[in-house]
């Protein structure tokens, strides 16, 4: 079996969970746009600035977001470098299906099923 096709590992594992809640995605989109502090990720949904601050904090501990301190606020940004080895490991497994699928359409049409 191809080793892309091996679960992603704990470091992937937290990111891929964390993504699972549409508001930790709404939040990963909200920051693709730009960085911007809780308060601010907070305005559009109906949930407290604490709600927000702990789906931040999930993020945060996956790798996803980087919060820094500047004066009084501590804007969020989202953390380019994991989003990319999500992408690299979702690309892999793209790659993979498609090579199989490939695969499959040739042996098919080499069998007659297939026109």
Same mark, same amino acid.
Request: charged share 30%.
């Given at each position: 079996?191809?080793?892309?096709?091996?679960?992603?590992?704990?470091?992937?594992?937290?990111?891929?969970?964390?993504? /699972?809640?549409?508001? $930790?995605?709404? #939040? !990963?989109?909200?920051?693709?746009? *730009?960085?911007?502090?809780?308060?601010? @990720?907070?305005?559009?949904?109906?949930?407290?600035?604490?709600?927000?601050?702990?789906?931040? /904090?999930?993020?945060? $501990?996956?790798? #996803? !977001?980087?919060?820094?301190?500047? *004066?009084?606020?501590?804007?969020?940004? @989202?953390?380019?470098?994991?989003?990319?080895?999500?992408?690299?490991?979702?690309?892999?497994?793209?790659?993979?299906?498609?090579?199989? #699928?490939?695969?499959?359409?040739?042996?098919?049409?080499?069998?007659?099923?297939?026109?």
């Amino acid at each position: 079996m191809s080793s892309t096709l091996v679960a992603p590992g704990p470091d992937l594992d937290s990111a891929f969970a964390a993504l /699972g809640d549409p508001v $930790r995605r709404a #939040l !990963v989109a909200r920051l693709a746009r *730009g960085d911007a502090t809780v308060g601010e @990720l907070a305005e559009p949904f109906d949930l407290t600035p604490q709600a927000i601050s702990h789906h931040v /904090g999930v993020l945060r $501990r996956c790798g #996803l !977001v980087e919060q820094r301190r500047e *004066g009084t606020r501590r804007p969020c940004r @989202l953390s380019v470098d994991r989003l990319s080895l999500l992408g690299t490991w979702i690309d892999a497994q793209r790659r993979t299906w498609n090579d199989r #699928l490939d695969a499959l359409e040739r042996h098919l049409a080499d069998d007659g099923v297939v026109r």
